[in-house]
Every structure is written in structure tokens, then in C-alpha cells.
T-cell receptor
Framework: DAGITQSPRHKVTETGTPVTLRCHQTENHRYMYWYRQDPGHGLRLIHYSYGVKDTDKGEVSDGYSVSRSKTEDFLLTLESATSSQTSVYFC???????????FGEGSRLTVL | KQEVTQIPAALSVPEGENLVLNCSFTDSAIYNLQWFRQDPGKGLTSLLLIQSSQREQTSGRLNASLDKSSGRSTLYIAASQPGDSATYLCAVSLKETSGSRLTFGEGTQLTVNP
């Protein structure tokens, strides 16, 4: 158990509303990631962070922003949610030099 | 761009059978390769991690091999059990990113029948 918690675990919202998903780790890992998982597309990287205030884009970053003001928290924000952002969102962290990834339980987001 | 393919997409076997799941990738300059298990409605659980300098890793009934030159990895499951039913994903990270970014295959959905 890498001590990752995601919140909320489930959320239903309407098109055009802002949404923030939170990922919290209890350890002190430097790298954290946000992925989305969709049928037919698998897991795709949205954004990742390699330290406090250090973030970079992944392959599907449009419409998403992230922030990392503390080592333990990595926030994913949808400024104005769209139906195409209905998905399951997973946070992950990288443990040490091996590069092994550990995942949270996921946040299921439905945008109506 | 790294692409990862897993074949077959789905597999159904009787309990007790030994089986092999396949993963292929297009760029052989990898940092590591990781196999995961995902149960329905759950997150991903790390099974095995193979560094680029390694040829295989073992954990219990699981054995993963890596052949960088051919761009392939296999996950061998011995004496399969109904509890092994899940989706298995492989993911590869590239040397150029120092392993910081993973590319995932779409997974193999395994069903082990009692």
C-alpha cells in the first residue's frame, strides 16, 4: 500500500461547471500522475508532477489543469467540465529510483 | 511515439491451466516495463517491474520476461485460479524520460473458470 487516497470517489456534475479532484499521499514521493481510463483508449496521461510547483503535460492535457503546492497533494481541475471528460480518473505515484508506479482507487466522474 | 499492444484482448481458460499474456512495444529504448492487475471498479495493482537491464522477474506463480530487442514481454501465470480473473495491463517507460512517463497497453481480460 503506497498510501494514496483520491477524493471524491464518485461525482456527477453538469456541463460547464468546475470540478477539482484531489490526490493525497502519506509518503514523500516526488513524482505524481493523473491518468484517465476510457474504454477503447486504455490509460492516458493527463498531467504529471515532479515536485512542488513542478508539473508537465501528458498526452491528453487539453481542458485540464493541475497544481501541487505541497508534496502530499496533487490536484486536477476541470475548469469547465464537458461530457467528453466523463471518465475514471486515476492518480498514481512513482516510488523511488525503480520507477514502480502505484495507483489510487480512482475517481469516477460523470458530466451530464 | 511509443505504442504498446497486448494480445489477446480477452482470454478464458479452465482452472489449473498455465497461461501466457503478451505485450509488445515499438520503441526498444525503454527504462522499465511494469505489469499490473486491475479488478472491476478498482485501481491498478502492481505485479512485477522489470528494469531494462533485466530479463525476467518472478513473484509467486507469476513470471514476467523482457526481450528488448524484439520489443516483447510476456507474463506467465502458473496453475491459474479463479481469483486470477482480472484485466492485466503492461506499461512501458522510455529511457529518454528517465522512466518518468508510462505508456499503457489496453490490457488482456482474463477469466479463469472453476
Amino acid at each position: 500500500d503506497a498510501g494514496i487516497t483520491q477524493s471524491p470517489r464518485h461525482k456527477v456534475t453538469e456541463t460547464g461547471t468546475p470540478v477539482t479532484l484531489r490526490c493525497h499521499q502519506t509518503e514523500n514521493h516526488r513524482y505524481m500522475y493523473w491518468y484517465r481510463q476510457d474504454p477503447g483508449h486504455g490509460l492516458r496521461l493527463i498531467h504529471y508532477s515532479y515536485g512542488v510547483k513542478d508539473t508537465d503535460k501528458g498526452e491528453v492535457s487539453d481542458g485540464y489543469s493541475v497544481s501541487r503546492s505541497k508534496t502530499e497533494d496533487f490536484l486536477l481541475t476541470l475548469e469547465s467540465a464537458t461530457s467528453s471528460q466523463t471518465s475514471v480518473y486515476f492518480c498514481a505515484l512513482r516510488a523511488g529510483w525503480t520507477g514502480e508506479l502505484f495507483f489510487g482507487e480512482g475517481s469516477r466522474l460523470t458530466v451530464l | 511515439k511509443q505504442e504498446v499492444t497486448q494480445i489477446p484482448a480477452a482470454l478464458s481458460v479452465p482452472e489449473g491451466e498455465n497461461l501466457v499474456l503478451n505485450c509488445s512495444f515499438t520503441d526498444s529504448a525503454i527504462y522499465n516495463l511494469q505489469w499490473f492487475r486491475q479488478d472491476p471498479g478498482k485501481g491498478l495493482t502492481s505485479l512485477l517491474l522489470i528494469q531494462s537491464s533485466q530479463r525476467e522477474q518472478t513473484s509467486g506463480r507469476l513470471n514476467a520476461s523482457l526481450d528488448k530487442s524484439s520489443g516483447r514481454s510476456t507474463l506467465y501465470i502458473a496453475a491459474s485460479q479463479p481469483g486470477d480473473s482480472a484485466t492485466y495491463l503492461c506499461a512501458v517507460s522510455l529511457k529518454e524520460t528517465s522512466g518518468s512517463r508510462l505508456t499503457f497497453g489496453e490490457g488482456t481480460q482474463l477469466t479463469v473458470n472453476p
